[in-house]
């Protein structure tokens, strides 16, 4: 996320020197990019390929992953263009454009993620009620809320200024500098709301997701094996760590600089370490076709079932028929035996037990 153009008319301190450097840095950038999306392309053509994919829950993801897939296309490659090139060649009109576009995505993305931690916490603690909880029309409230903000904290408040500090950069148009200007209560607000908050709750709800996981995984011993509960439960643990933690790496370094930046002035970070955080936040958008569609079980079958297609079609579409029609049979084979074990008890939201067949958590987890 970055915006408005400053006075700064010196040669930046984090322009590269070194042609090796800069090379390297322009394959790494541009590797980043590429994964951004086609990752996230391969996620929206699962779900629009696979019917069993189109859920509810799943329009969350697809909204992540268009979010991603956008900031992919329409702000990294002149975020790479700005880093390695160390001027802004595209003018003050469209450095806001530019700006507002990334304040938005990012913000956008981050809520995306915060909307799926709150529908898997409701499917894990209540899943009785998750199709009362969760319908159609909520879902559509939380992605038009999401975007609502987005667009208040980037076009709304950047075009009137709302981030600007009381000294202007009027009559520095000539500067090559596209840089995001912040104040205090801009800083704050927006770092709270875009992910300070949304952190917290997140670590609340996936610590009482993981403790349910734990639960269950306990529970299944009188009807599986001790190891096989161990590993369900392992699985669980791995993923929500991987979820977080992917989370808080790539998104609390640039918050935290960004609030300072707010309190202590656009020039207190140094560039070098503006730039490192800023794309580490954009990694983010690379991992989450990774962390929240591959690791789910029904993404995997639906990403097999694209590229065995992809690659069948270049020779025979049979092909890509009799993988399909392989799949469809052990994912139905597995029903009957899922209806003979016997239901498991889960805590809900409320304290009182509620009975739901094994599995129900097994969705969220992605075994």
Known sequence: ??????????ASSSCL???????????????LILITAAGNVVV????????????LTNCFIVSLAITDLLLGLLVLPFSAIYQLSCRWSFGKVFCNIYISLDVMLCTASILNLFMI??????AVTDPLRYPVLVTPGRVTISLVS?????????????????????????GHHTSPKCKFQVNEVYGLVDGLVTFYLPLLIMCV??????????????????????QAATIREHKATVTLAAVMGAFIVCWFPYFTTFVYRGLKGDDAINEVVEAVVLW????????NPILYAALNRDFRNAYQQLFCCRLAGR?????????????????????????????LKLQVWSGTEATAPQGATDRVFGE
């Open 280 to 287: 580490l936040g954009y990694a983010n958008s690379a991992l």
């Open 205 to 226: 709800t996936y610590y009482r997701i993981f403790k349910i996981a734990r639960e269950q995984a306990r529970r299944i011993n009188h009807i599986s094996s001790w």
């Open 17 to 31: 020197e070194s042609t090796a450097f800069k090379v390297t840095l322009s394959v790494v950038l541009t590797i």
């Open 1 to 10: 996320m970055e915006p408005n153009d400053t006075a700064n008319d010196t």
């Open 315 to 343: 020779g025979s579409h049979e092909t890509c028929l009799r993988f399909n029609n392989a799949l469809l049979p052990k994912s139905q084979s597995q029903e009957p035996r899922r209806q003979e074990e016997k239901p």
């Open 117 to 122: 931690s709150i529908d898997r916490y409701c």
């Open 146 to 170: 999401i975007w609502v903000i987005s667009i208040t904290l980037s076009f709304l408040s950047i075009h009137l200024g709302w981030n600007s500090r009381n000294t202007t950069s009027e």
């Open 44 to 55: 929206c053509l699962a779900v629009g390929l696979n019917r069993r994919l189109r859920s």
